[in-house]
């Protein structure tokens, strides 16, 4: 499975981007797809995930209520729409996919599939 993202690019405190991540999949109703980001000198940390089949979303504590997750199955993507963009969510963004849904969805040891990344800047 490869995965592609775009959207990235630099944003005023306060604004908003969408992210796309495109994945080469058939079976990409199958995939657990998630979000995860990583700052400088920082560890890559889980952002959001959405399942294939159920439509359920996690997110974590830090986005929620601010970014929202969603999927297109006929199109192969999941998007990651980014409102109230802050200077600490600069970081560059990765698309992530995994076969299963459950408690360790929100682990990065627990994917498979990795995409390139796409930077997001917020300056204030």
């Known amino acids: 499975v490869q995965l592609q993202a775009s959207g990235g690019g630099s944003v005023q405190d306060g604004g908003s981007l969408r992210l796309s991540c495109v994945a080469s999949a058939r079976f990409f109703v199958n995939l657990t797809m998630g979000w995860f980001r990583q700052a400088p000198g920082k560890e890559r940390e889980f952002i959001a995930a959405?399942?294939?089949?159920?439509?359920?979303?996690i997110y974590a504590d830090s986005v929620k209520g601010r970014f929202t997750i969603s999927r297109d199955n006929a199109k192969y993507t999941v998007y990651l729409q980014m409102n109230g963009l802050k200077p600490e969510d600069t970081a560059v963004y990765f698309c992530?996919?995994?076969?299963?849904?459950?408690?360790?969805?929100?682990?990065?040891?627990?994917?498979?599939?990795w995409g390139q990344g796409t930077l997001v800047t917020v300056s204030s």
């Open positions: 992530a996919a995994r076969t299963a849904w459950g408690p360790r969805t929100t682990l990065k040891d627990e994917y498979n599939y």
């Open positions: 959405m399942s294939g089949r159920t439509g359920l979303k």
